[in-house]
Each structure stands twice: as structure tokens, then as C-alpha cells.
């Protein structure tokens, strides 16, 4: 098979051992589910319900007027005991509605539309916009606007991610292996949503069963025909946007352009799942799977849970050895958020929950750049990752935005193949935050 792949990135050890053959498990839904009013990227959501209300599973919670938002919905059916700024994920505090659930997992009327190949696409999208899906892969992109591209730009492509790039991180590839047709299903529906008769699942040959899986799935369904698989080198980051168009269709996205701009749509694999659940099934998105590992974590695994569900518990569950964590990360350990605390809850991007030691880790000092250019080889963005660190040194942030800064996609590769251990990837994610908290001239 064709190995398809992009220019520059580095070879971490994978570290997908751990739970590439562990089947997704169930977590119980918890006693108290704290739902963060910000999940995706966008606006804050506003509460729809007040402490003491009760609410039932799938019940929509909270939700907001502005363009780039996606509402919440309850996991449980149980009563809303407060409404508070609490910490989540993604640092600071956000509007969090606490619920207690009351275990009986009375779920809320669904609307479905079931014949979605007769439906328009405006139904569709609204459908899915009701159903609070975002971009699971990490981003949380509100989905409904990213399958609502720009009238002036035409679609001929969906490239499906399936690449699962980030080390130690298994949730897609579990789904790829448990639950092939609810992706390849969803993929027909954002297909008919965008009008378009090509799909390319890209997923790296790390995971040949997935692949297999899932050529299996698109032969024996009906309506598959334009749907293909694309095997990629075991590269990160293969999963980037950019990478995976220019990997599978030998196309480069222009500097701050979308990927609309060359005829393309990305969607992760789980989010297309979610697609198909929302739509025929009518179920919003309050579960995902999550890979839980790392070598202070006993029983590494991959999880099924309710969004809102606290670190600490899944931690417990997965009998993390406290006394050994250097780093606990949500998401993977190339791109993922370093957490001060385990008192957060999973929201809609979280992907995997890693409680990395030092040797993970590698906590080593930073030294004096030697010039050796390693970081700007290994870009996939094609920057030069040296002179961020340089300039950030001396707060020279507009300075920063002449190297082409909001190119970067926070990948880590440059601070990965760092022989001084030069602190990269922090220099450019604080210079993107002041850039951007500038005034617009
Ligand atoms: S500069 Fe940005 S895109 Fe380039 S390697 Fe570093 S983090 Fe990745
Ligand atoms: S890889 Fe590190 S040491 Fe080499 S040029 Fe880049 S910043 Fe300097």
C-alpha cells in the first residue's frame, strides 16, 4: 500500500503499546458531573437552567447567540445543585453547572432525522449545531460551521482524520476497531451535507488494524463509493491539518488560509461518529472515549465517559501511583495541556489523560542555542522556531508576528529535536496569546 506523508516533523516513541489492545470500557457515570459552559472554541455558553432545576440525559443546559458557539447538554438525569466559576481544563476558571445525578438515566426527548439522505443541508446543519458537536480531535471547532464553508470557496474533499498522531493517545483507533460503521456512517452524511463524492481517511500504518478495519467496513456498506482509506507514515504531525492535505491530496493550504481555501474539509474520525449518533440516533455528545496512560498509571486504558466527569475519578479508576507524577497532561504529550490539578472535568476535547514520571518527561535545563537547526528542519510549517525563543527573550511579540507566528500549530516538534532543550514551543504559545490581545491596527 502507498505510504502517503508530509515534509519535515520528528519520531517520538509512540508509546501506543500500552493500550492499543485495550477495549474501550464504560465508566460509570459519576455522582456529580460539573459541565463547563466553554468546550469548544468561541464564546462562553449562558445557563438555561437554575440550581435546583431537575434536568434529564441529553436535556440542552446552556447556550449562546453568538456565531461561534455549540451548547451543552446533561449526561445524567439528576438535579442542577449550583452554578459557579470553577477551574477546567483548559486553565482558569470557566462557568461550570453542577449536577447530581440521580442514576435513573432518564433521557430527555430526541429529535432525529433519520432519513438524512432526503434531508436539506440547512436541516442537517442545524441538526448537528442542536447536538453540541465540535471538532473532537483536540480543536473544538463548532462542526457545524466548519461543514458551512464559505459559498465562494468550493468542496470537492473530505479528509477524515483517523491519524491519532500524539503518542500514548488510542481513543481512535479503539473507535476504528469497535465502532467502524457509525464513522463511515457519518462520513456519508457530512459527504451529503457538503455535496461532494469523495472521502480520504488518512490514518497512519502504526494502526494496520485499523486500516484494515476499516476498508473492511466501507466494502461491506452500501453507499460507500468515493470513500477510500490512505495509509501514513507513522510521522507526527501527521494528524495537522495542513499535513494531512498536503500528505493525501498534494495540496498546500496558502499562510492563514482554511482549508477550504484549496477544496478541502478535515474531520477527525470521532467527530463524524458523533455526526451519525446526533443525527440518526438524536444523541448529543456527553460521552467520549478517553486514553488514559502514562508509567505512574497501573492499569492503562482506554475509557467511555460522561463529559464532566473529574480527572480524580478516572485516575483512581486507572490506580494512578500519585508519588511518581513528574507531569499530568490532558491529551497527548506533544500537544496536550499540562494540568496543576486533577480536580478538573473532561470536557468535549478531551482526548487522553497522561500521568507521565520523569523519565517520560526528560525535565532537563535549558541551554544557550548552538545553531544547529535542527527546529527549523523538523517545522512542518516551514518557520524558524529559533528566532521566536530569541525575540520572546526580549517581549519583541509584534516582532514574532513578522516570522509568520499564527502559522504555528503549537506542534512541539521543534522543542521534541531540541539538543539544548530550548524552551520553544512556550516562547510561541505566550507570543501567539499577546499577539492576539493586541489592539487590531
Ligand atoms: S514552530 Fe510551531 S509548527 Fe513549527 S515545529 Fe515549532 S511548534 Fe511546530
Ligand atoms: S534546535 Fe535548538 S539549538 Fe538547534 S537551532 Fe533550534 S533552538 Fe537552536
Not at 468546550?39 to 453568538?66: C, F, T, W, Y
Not at 456512517?185 to 484494515?212: F, T, Y
Not at 473532561?346 to 489523560?353: A, Y
Not at 518557520?383 to 525563543?389: F, K, S, V
Request: proline share 7%.
Amino acid at each position: 500500500m502507498k505510504l502517503f506523508t508530509f515534509k519535515g516533523g520528528v519520531h517520538p516513541s509512540d508509546n501506543k503499546v500500552q493500550t492499543e489492545n485495550e477495549a474501550i470500557q464504560i465508566f460509570d457515570a459519576p455522582k456529580m458531573v460539573n459541565i463547563a459552559l466553554l468546550q469548544h472554541i468561541g464564546a462562553p455558553l449562558n445557563p438555561m437552567v437554575k440550581p435546583g432545576e431537575r434536568v434529564l440525559k441529553g436535556q440542552k443546559i446552556a447556550d449562546s447567540q453568538a456565531f461561534m458557539s455549540a451548547p451543552v447538554h446533561s449526561p445524567v438525569s439528576g438535579v442542577v445543585k449550583k452554578i459557579e466559576f470553577l477551574p477546567f481544563p483548559s486553565s482558569g476558571k470557566v462557568n461550570t453547572v453542577i449536577i447530581e445525578n440521580d442514576g435513573l438515566e432518564e433521557m430527555a426527548e430526541l429529535e432525529t432525522i433519520k432519513d438524512w439522505a432526503n434531508a436539506s443541508k440547512e436541516d442537517l446543519l442545524a441538526m448537528v449545531r442542536e447536538k453540541g458537536i465540535v471538532g473532537v480531535g483536540g480543536a473544538c471547532f463548532p462542526t457545524h460551521i466548519k461543514l458551512n464553508p464559505p459559498k465562494d470557496m468550493t468542496i470537492d474533499t473530505l479528509v477524515v482524520n483517523g491519524a491519532e498522531c500524539e503518542p500514548y493517545l488510542n481513543a481512535d483507533n479503539r473507535l476504528m476497531l469497535e465502532d467502524p460503521a457509525s464513522i463511515i456512517e457519518g462520513i456519508k452524511i457530512v459527504m451529503h451535507i457538503l455535496g461532494i463524492k469523495s472521502a480520504k481517511i488518512g490514518i497512519e500504518n502504526n494502526k494496520p488494524d485499523a486500516i484494515a478495519s476499516m476498508i473492511k467496513t466501507i466494502e461491506k456498506l452500501e453507499g460507500t463509493d468515493g470513500i477510500e482509506v490512505c495509509a501514513l507514515k507513522t510521522q507526527y504531525p501527521q494528524g495537522g491539518e495542513k499535513q494531512l492535505i498536503a500528505a493525501i491530496m498534494g495540496r498546500e493550504v496558502p499562510s492563514a488560509a482554511l482549508p477550504a481555501k484549496v477544496g478541502v474539509v478535515v474531520q477527525n474520525t470521532a467527530t463524524c461518529a458523533l455526526v451519525y449518533e446526533g443525527i440518526v440516533n438524536g444523541m448529543p455528545l456527553i460521552e467520549k472515549v478517553v486514553t488514559i496512560s502514562g508509567k505512574a498509571i497501573k492499569k492503562p486504558m482506554n475509557l467511555k465517559v460522561r463529559i464532566g466527569t473529574m480527572f480524580r475519578d478516572i485516575l483512581d479508576y486507572a490506580e494512578i501511583e500519585r508519588e511518581s507524577v513528574d507531569k499530568l497532561v490532558s491529551g497527548g504529550p506533544m500537544m496536550g495541556m499540562a494540568q496543576p490539578s486533577e480536580d478538573v472535568p473532561v470536557v468535549k476535547g478531551t482526548s487522553g489523560l497522561l500521568a507521565l514520571t520523569t523519565d517520560e518527561t526528560n525535565p532537563c535545563k535549558a541551554k544557550n542555542c548552538i545553531l544547529c537547526g535542527k527546529c527549523v528542519t523538523v517545522c512542518p510549517m516551514g518557520l524558524e522556531p529559533l528566532m521566536y525563543a530569541k525575540l520572546a527573550k526580549f517581549n519583541q511579540w509584534e516582532e514574532m508576528g513578522t516570522y509568520k507566528l499564527m502559522d504555528c500549530i503549537s506542534c512541539g516538534s521543534c522543542s521534541y529535536i531540541c539538543p539544548a532543550n530550548r524552551p520553544l514551543t512556550e516562547a510561541i504559545n505566550i507570543g501567539k496569546a499577546k499577539l492576539r490581545a493586541m489592539p487590531r491596527k
